[in-house]
């Protein structure tokens, strides 16, 4: 297929590599600023641009620009039947109306950061205006991965809320425990095996049925030394009461 | 080396699985219960017991009870000069004074459950009453993991402290979305990837220049998007709210 990529961010850019990586041709990168279009064409032997009016012709547009830009770009692009895209979890697919006829969603239920060296594994979660174009978009996602969904904008809603629970808090209770390391000169990476088994294991057994801890056994003389400890740290021993009380009212 | 394991447990079971695994020999497995003592001392060729005044001799005897059951178990214990360690995060090395003068910690830095088929990564934390037992203990403790390091009764409680952190609390996190995702029929494993992508790629970046979301970015829309999701989710939303709040001044 021949892709135009509006956007030269994280989504942009892993999408972008992806792709071209599966046997696509990636066409063209858009950025409004050409110094960010430029390195990601460059990477991708595509041309850069920075006027959406300038766009050639290809068999898929994604848009993967901030979620609150989407709309702004859409309707300043002029595709009449060409199939659009676009890659976020919590916009409605109809943020799309005014590019094209054919749109819908690709929207990668994966964390994208474009300094990280391995392409993870990434489900799609997609939608279209049209059945047809649902299976066009459904296809496609299909040579870049192996894990596709159909999923309506309500449904897609709610998988990105709990992806932001899930990705979001979990890498700040490891960017608050890397602090507290820090402060208290403990290693941190002492704790990657850890975090990589909490994180692997729950594909062998529900999380509710492996959770342990104080909290969970309400072991009183740890929870008081752990507060005692946090004593010069308010804000972790505040979500560290936050996240006692949850616990025990969740196996309650 | 000639083990005795005091516990049935998770963590007495994984141990003396990845103990006979390296070639030790486990003699005993003791119990308060025998039913539990049973089923372990089998798998790991060992003989069950029920008394703390039957166990014979052992070049080292490992406590892996409950953190407020240890200095109880050793007191019964009269083990003269021989080594005895506990494998608890949060106790005194102290509590072991009246088991044995020879005395300290083995302490493994990782959540362990026997229904988990593979056995983790476990890098292990040891003390030593003498310096000649924590040679002792550090070079036991390298035949069964290629990560060891000496940590005091207040540097191994720090740890422990940030290991439930990243763990009981991401665990916590983990099951309440897995909740969600039930209540809203949501797949949860389609989270999977995600999850692993977030534990693992802090090995090459720091988690705290790894933050997305919407919090960070300040998505009012999609924050006040996910209020919405959650008003018939009170304990989330709390949980979402104080995230938000606390993800917000650390970035700040």
């Known amino acids: 297929m021949q892709v135009i990529l509006i956007g030269s961010g994280n989504t942009a850019t892993v999408l972008g590599r992806k792709i071209k990586e599966e046997g696509h041709d990636v066409l063209q990168v858009w950025s409004r600023d050409l110094s960010h279009a430029k390195p990601l064409a460059e990477e991708l032997d595509a041309r850069p641009e920075t006027s959406l009016k300038s766009l050639g012709k ?3 547009y994604i848009i993967a620009v901030p979620d609150d830009a989407i ?3 859409a ?10 895209v676009h890659t976020a979890g919590s916009v409605s697919k109809d943020a799309l109306q005014k590019a094209s006829r054919n749109f819908g969603v690709l929207y990668p239920l994966q964390s994208l950061r474009k300094e990280i060296p391995v392409i993870p594994e990434i489900p799609f979660l997609v939608d279209g205006n049209t059945s047809d ?8 996602a299909e040579t870049i991965s192996k894990r596709v ?6 449904e897609r809603k709610k998988l990105h809320l709990s992806a932001v629970i ?54 009183l003389e740890t929870l008081r030394n752990h507060e005692e400890l946090l ?12 996240f006692t009380k949850s616990i025990q009212e969740f196996y309650r």
Chains 1, 2 share one sequence.
């Open 75 to 84: 309707s300043q692009l002029d595709l009449h039947n060409h199939l659009v």
């Open 149 to 154: 969904t159909v999923a309506t904008d309500e």
């Open 166 to 219: 899930v990705s979001n808090f979990s890498n700040h209770l490891f960017a608050i425990a890397e602090e507290y390391c820090k402060k208290s000169k403990s290693d941190f990476s002492l704790l990657y095996p850890l975090i990589n088994e909490i994180a692997s294991r729950i594909e062998f057994e529900s999380p509710a049925k492996l959770q342990t801890g104080p909290a969970v056994r309400n072991d």
């Open 231 to 242: 004593k010069d740290h308010p804000e972790i021993k505040n979500l560290y009461a936050l």
């Open 71 to 73: 709309e702004n770009v």
């Open 58 to 60: 290809a068999d898929i």
């Open 133 to 140: 174009d649902l299976t066009l978009i459904y296809d496609f």
